[in-house]
């Protein structure tokens, strides 16, 4: 698969994935290190490897192409993910998605919660996709805002808001960290190949792919109320 033998210690494997050049290789559903809670970064990795890992989850991100990548999707069970998006959408997308720029970010033992309760934590439901179940996407109700706790690589506290397609975004890659794949939460009637999506789904909220495929969007805002990962005509996988 790719990915360094299980019995070697964590510095170990990611020595052993950084020793060749490119990106690194991604590991598909079905393997075990998706499904595992990833081990809490608590300096495994020393300073120059950690730098050199986030650097290649970077490039990796950028080549697939997407959006976040977490550590267990190339084979390493830290909690330490990766988030990037240049959001390069129409206005409509933008507005509907609540989708913005988001610069490169290091999430290290990030955790989320969402912002309000009950009817004030609103939810969103829009198609996503991940690198881990290539060729896939389905629509998924997240949380429109979360509080997300984290450090970053320089072991800097982060405390921030993530609002729309941010939101998403790190509500994706933190269930990453806790063997939680996407599929978990999607409307399963909702799958959909990435031709079908191209072909069918391209409209900007699933509110007709709904309809077509018989599955329910009630009460979030991807429905029809308002706002809410990459290729695909829907948005970005990670």
Do not use: K
Not at 34 to 47: K, V
Not at 103 to 125: I, T, W
């Amino acid at each position: 698969m790719g990915t360094p033998s299980d019995r070697a210690p964590l510095a170990e494997r990611v020595e052993e994935l950084l020793a060749t050049d490119g990106p690194l290789p991604i590991v598909a559903a079905g393997d075990p290190v998706l499904r595992r809670i990833a081990e809490p970064f608590d300096g495994q990795l020393e300073p120059s490897l950690l730098a050199r890992f986030v650097e290649a989850l970077r490039l990796t991100m950028h080549a697939a192409p997407g959006v976040g990548l977490a550590a267990p999707q190339v084979g390493v069970g830290l909690r330490i993910a990766v988030i990037e998006d240049p959001a390069p959408v129409p206005d409509e997308v933008r507005v509907a998605r609540g989708r913005v720029p988001q610069p490169f970010r290091v999430l290290v033992n990030p955790s989320y919660e969402a912002v309000g309760a009950g009817r004030a934590a609103l939810r969103a439901a829009f198609f996503e996709g991940c690198l881990s179940v290539p060729g896939w996407q389905a629509v998924v109700a997240r949380h429109a805002e979360v509080r997300l706790v984290a450090r970053d690589e320089h072991g800097r506290a982060v405390d921030e808001v993530f609002a729309g397609w941010p939101a998403r975004i790190v509500q994706h890659e933190t269930d990453h960290l806790d063997g939680v794949l996407y599929l978990d939460r999607a409307e399963l009637r909702s799958l959909a190949s990435n031709r079908a999506m191209a072909e069918l789904w391209g409209q900007v909220t699933p509110e007709r792919a709904a309809v077509e495929l018989g599955f329910g969007l009630p009460g979030v805002a991807g429905a029809g109320a308002g706002p809410a990962e990459g290729a695909g005509p829907s948005g970005p996988v990670v």
